[in-house]
C-alpha cells in the first residue's frame, strides 16, 4: 500500500494512473477500501524480495467485458517493456480464468506511454471525448480503447 502511494507524487500522476478513482484524495486506507471492492480484480507484480512493481485491476462489467483500470508501473523500471509483460499476462488471465470475451480501458490521449503500452497488445481506439477532463489546469481527451480476447 505505502509503496503504490509513494509513485503517486501528484495531482497528475493520480489523474494519469486512477482517473475519478480518488478523487477525494489518495491513501493507503483509500486503497485498501478499494482492494475490499467485489466488483474487480487486483493483480500485482513482485519482485523477488517481494517489492511492488506492478499494480492494476480488472472490474467486471457488462456480462464478458472488463475494464482494465489503474495499471501503473514501478516508476524506476517504466519503459523496459514491463508495463506491456503485465498487461499481456492480465488480458491470458481475463481470457482463460475471467471468462471475458473482451476488455475495454480509458486512458487520456496526452497520456503516450499507456497509449503505446496498450497499442502494442492490440487495443483499438473506440471513441475519443475531446477535452473531456482537467489535468494540471488542462483539459485532456478521453481515449476509450478496446480488445477482444
Ligand atoms: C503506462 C505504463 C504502465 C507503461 O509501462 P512501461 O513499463 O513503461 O511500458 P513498456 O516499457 O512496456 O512500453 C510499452 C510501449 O510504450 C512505449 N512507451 C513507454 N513509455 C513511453 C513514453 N513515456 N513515451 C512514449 N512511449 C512510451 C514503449 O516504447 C513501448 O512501445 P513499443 O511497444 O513500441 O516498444 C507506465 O508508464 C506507467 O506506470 N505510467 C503511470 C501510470 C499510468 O499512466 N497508467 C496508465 C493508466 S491508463
Same mark, same amino acid.
Given at each position: 500500500?505505502?509503496?503504490? !502511494?509513494?509513485?503517486?507524487?501528484?495531482?497528475?500522476?493520480?489523474?494519469?494512473?486512477?482517473?475519478?478513482?480518488?478523487?477525494?484524495?489518495?491513501?493507503? $486506507?483509500?486503497?485498501?477500501?478499494?482492494?475490499?471492492?467485489? &466488483?474487480? &480484480?487486483?493483480?500485482?507484480?513482485?519482485?523477488?524480495?517481494?517489492?511492488?512493481?506492478?499494480?492494476?485491476?480488472? !472490474?467486471?462489467?457488462? =456480462?464478458?467485458?472488463? %475494464?482494465?483500470?489503474?495499471?501503473? *508501473?514501478?516508476?524506476?523500471?517504466? @519503459?523496459?517493456?514491463?508495463?506491456?509483460?503485465?498487461?499481456?499476462?492480465?488480458?491470458?488471465?481475463? =481470457?482463460?480464468?475471467?471468462?471475458?470475451? @473482451?476488455?475495454?480501458?480509458?486512458?487520456?490521449?496526452?497520456?503516450?506511454?499507456?497509449?503505446?503500452?496498450? $497499442?502494442?497488445? $492490440?487495443?483499438?481506439? *473506440?471513441? *475519443?471525448?475531446?477535452?473531456? @477532463?482537467? %489535468?494540471?489546469?488542462?483539459?485532456?481527451?478521453? *481515449? %476509450?480503447?478496446?480488445?477482444?480476447?
Amino acid at each position: 500500500m505505502n509503496t503504490l !502511494v509513494s509513485w503517486i507524487r501528484n495531482e497528475e500522476d493520480l489523474a494519469l494512473w486512477s482517473g475519478n478513482t480518488f478523487r477525494n484524495g489518495f491513501s493507503a $486506507g483509500k486503497m485498501q477500501l478499494h482492494l475490499n471492492r467485489t &466488483d474487480l &480484480d487486483s493483480f500485482a507484480y513482485l519482485d523477488k524480495k517481494k517489492n511492488l512493481l506492478c499494480y492494476a485491476d480488472i !472490474v467486471k462489467k457488462e =456480462k464478458k467485458t472488463g %475494464v482494465l483500470c489503474r495499471v501503473i *508501473v514501478h516508476p524506476d523500471h517504466r @519503459r523496459q517493456g514491463l508495463g506491456k509483460t503485465f498487461c499481456k499476462d492480465l488480458l491470458n488471465w481475463a =481470457k482463460d480464468n475471467g471468462n471475458y470475451l @473482451r476488455i475495454r480501458l480509458n486512458t487520456f490521449g496526452h497520456n503516450k506511454a499507456a497509449l503505446a503500452c496498450y $497499442g502494442a497488445l $492490440g487495443f483499438h481506439t *473506440v471513441s *475519443v471525448e475531446p477535452k473531456c @477532463r482537467k %489535468v494540471r489546469g488542462e483539459l485532456q481527451d478521453l *481515449v %476509450v480503447m478496446a480488445a477482444n480476447l
